[in-house]
């Protein structure tokens, strides 16, 4: 399988280079990854400014650096650097996890919805990290496995997934579930503080107000399951077209 | 009506001035938008920086600027500067449309997905420009006269809504139309360029793939119509979730 790798916490990653070494085993992969970190950029893009590659050496073989957000990156590798369309565009493995309305301001996820757009089929890969521990190697063989029991299904049907790991590694790990996205909503808390000068200034700060419903990823997660979401990207709300059509405009 | 006002083009840019000059007559505005131009950032928030508050006059009124993205505005409107809760949340009006897919990539739109998130109806408001001519005076009495007409209703059931408005102003409009999005995917061509030290740089350019589909909102704008896409926000592929679960986990 040939697949195009990227993520947003940049090329140099703990995540992103687990999976490239371990998919390079089986797959051909190329890795196009924003240069730094590139964190709740959402789906930016760079409209305004040139966009550079610059070629480097990872441990897994040779990649490319971009100094844009993960879908430039996307759009850039599918369109101007790689040499043929690739069977499979995969985003992560992120450090922190990407569930229900978090994959509005994901990078992560925002580049494989970027691939699905190119019309490729794509998946975004978290993982949880707890206590500092983030065990990138069980969710890079995880890929793999995935890719070798059901990769045909996943390219024929152009799913987007959106994948999330638990924390605590292969021990811990009790199976996967198929989930929806669950209603997550911050609460933002502005720490309001006022600097040396004498100007107020704000900090976003905030905490997730869970709703852990029955069949949702957040759910699966608390209980220690591997989360598979299939996504749609037609944000029409079809339910209220009808009553919206009934109205007198 | 207590509204609170965003944008992407910045604070001081002609289509939310216009909005705010139109609304105050009726209601009570609050405008909190970026200080400079946010375009295509899309739902990118603000964590490793501080944001700044900046009290400016505009010809409207008093508003205030934040060195964020429209995201940002929103959040840290609702939940640190605004006196009280608003009843709806307007983002706009864009210069440009937000069409089919583009409500990805757009910062107008996110900006009124925020406010969604946060318990808000909300409105993204986007108008046509053409050979440089924006009736951003028509929009701004379209949406006052929406909300005499349909406001109540809006609130009520916390409508998502994506407006947009054709080129050409009020002798042109032919009327409204309640519409899905379309799949516009856009064809990204990188022209790539050497800079003066001999170093490879791309700009993002790039044409639109229209698929004027009956019932879209590209096909309504390009017959004259103003363009009313009720969104949601669940992004979970419930038909594939269902499939996906039948395979062997």
Redesign the interface.
Known sequence: MKILLTNDDGLYAPGINCLFNVLKEKHTVYAVAPEREM?????????HK????KEVELEAGMAQAVNGTP??CV??AL??ILPSPPDLVISGINRGPNLG?D???SGTV?AA?EGY??GFPALAVSLVIKNDFADFDFGARYINDLLS??GQ?IIN?R??LNINFPPGGQEEIR???????SKR??S???D??I?PRG??????TGSIEEKKEEGSDTLAIEEGFVS???????????E??K???N???
Request: with cysteine; proline share 3%.
């Open positions: 964190s709740a950029t959402g789906h930016a893009i760079t409209l040139p966009l550079r590659v879908s430039d759009k850039l369109e101007a309305n994959v509005f301001y925002s919805v757009f190119l029991r059901h299904k049907s799913y987007l199976g996967t579930k198929i989930t929806r996205l909503n911050f933002n808390i502005f309001q503080r600097d100007e107020k200034y704000y900090w976003m598979i979401t299939p996504l749609c990207v037609d944000l029409t709300h079809h209220q077209l009553d919206l059509k109205l007198d405009w």
